[in-house]
């Protein structure tokens, strides 16, 4: 049986961090009330009006290549999973592939919001496992400062910028992705949404002075719903696959709030030293959170480990996905 495993991962961030005392002077919070509600203490931001979606997963998929020791010709498919693509269209996979000189690839954008990245795994390995492709790439990557108001204290404290990427080749070896448990409501877009700018209400001043072209969030509708439902469906892969608590090695979830993974880990039995973590850092980047996670601890992956990658967004849209490590981190550079 062929199976899609994950043989190189990279990330980026942009060089500009905006941390909790920065916002201090901007809006009325504090770094106390951030970090104890959230987890957060600073984010990256890209502040170069000229560079968008694109130039983060460029980068990441650059060092991609480069890690694995692969020109990007060689990519078949390349998924983008993001909601602030660069433009309405062409797709932001096209803009990426025509940077890198993906010339042999084509692609195409997946919006699942903070699911977006396992979205796009689940898909990618399919092209793998029917054996139709040998390298897919699937790329997670939000500029979420270009679509945060920065006078709404709810909803700036939590976004960053960040884009993270891996690839996928086939392996017969029983490794790489395993399952997934995948779902969608689209009862909760009331919860978490943009108000404008698609075909329902386009661009126009009245959208622009009404400030509808910002993230808009129910917030403790939104947390309900995340905390109950990343902590089912981890559970419930777990119980598919017949997995222990004891059998995880790592849980690489979506990096929202703290306080909605400790309740995903504590629902799958595991302790905190079996938890991935860099919210304090990055902040929630979206569908860039998990791939940044697996470039973060890279070095600390073997072989054979076994990850379950949980997520929720809006839409809603949560899964989790169950991996098995392909190769020894420690071995690959950064």
């Known amino acids: 049986m062929i ?3 994950i043989t190189s991962i990279a990330g980026f961030v942009p060089e500009n961090i905006l941390s909790n005392h920065d916002l201090e002077k901007m809006i009325d919070t504090t770094d106390e009330w951030i970090t104890s509600r959230t987890g957060i203490r600073e984010r990256h931001i890209e502040n170069d009006p000229d560079k968008a979606t694109s130039d983060m997963a460029v980068e990441a998929v650059k060092l991609l290549c480069k890690k694995r020791g692969i020109s990007p010709e060689e990519i078949d498919l390349l998924i983008c999973g993001t909601v602030t693509g660069d433009l309405i269209f062409p797709s932001t996979s096209n803009l990426i592939c025509a940077k890198i000189g993906a010339k042999n690839a084509w692609g195409f954008d997946l919006g699942a919001a903070c699911s977006g990245f396992l979205y796009g795994l689940s898909t990618g390995s399919q092209f793998i496992e029917t054996g139709k492709y040998k390298k897919v790439v699937v790329v997670g990557a939000d500029m979420m400062s270009r679509i945060v108001d920065y006078t709404d204290r709810t909803t700036c404290v939590i976004f960053g910028d960040g884009a993270g990427a891996v690839l996928l080749e086939p392996t017969e070896e029983n490794l790489g992705v395993m399952d997934f448990v995948l779902h969608a409501d689209g ?3 009331t919860h978490l ?3 404008a700018g698609g075909s329902l209400r386009p661009p126009s001043h009245d959208t622009i002075d009404k400030k509808m072209h910002y993230v808009y969030q129910e917030g403790q509708a939104v947390f309900k719903h995340a905390v109950y439902n990343m902590a089912e469906v981890s559970a419930r892969i777990m119980e598919k696959n017949h997995i222990k608590a004891e059998d995880v090695k790592w849980l690489v979830a979506h990096q ?3 306080r909605i993974i400790d309740a995903t880990s504590s629902r799958m039995g595991i302790g ?10 990055y902040g929630n980047t979206t569908s860039g959170t998990i791939p940044l996670l697996l470039w973060d601890y890279e070095k600390q992956l073997r072989k054979g480990d076994n990850l379950i990658l949980s997520a929720f967004g809006g839409g809603f849209t949560w899964g989790a996905i169950y ?3 392909a190769y020894d981190g420690s071995k690959t550079g950064k």
Request: hydrophobic share 45%; charged share 35%.
């Open 3 to 5: 199976r899609a495993a």
């Open 187 to 189: 009862k909760g877009a």
């Open 193 to 195: 949404h943009m108000k």
């Open 256 to 258: 929202a709030n703290k």
């Open 272 to 281: 905190p030293e079996k938890v991935m973590m860099n919210i304090e850092r």
């Open 323 to 325: 991996v098995k490590w």
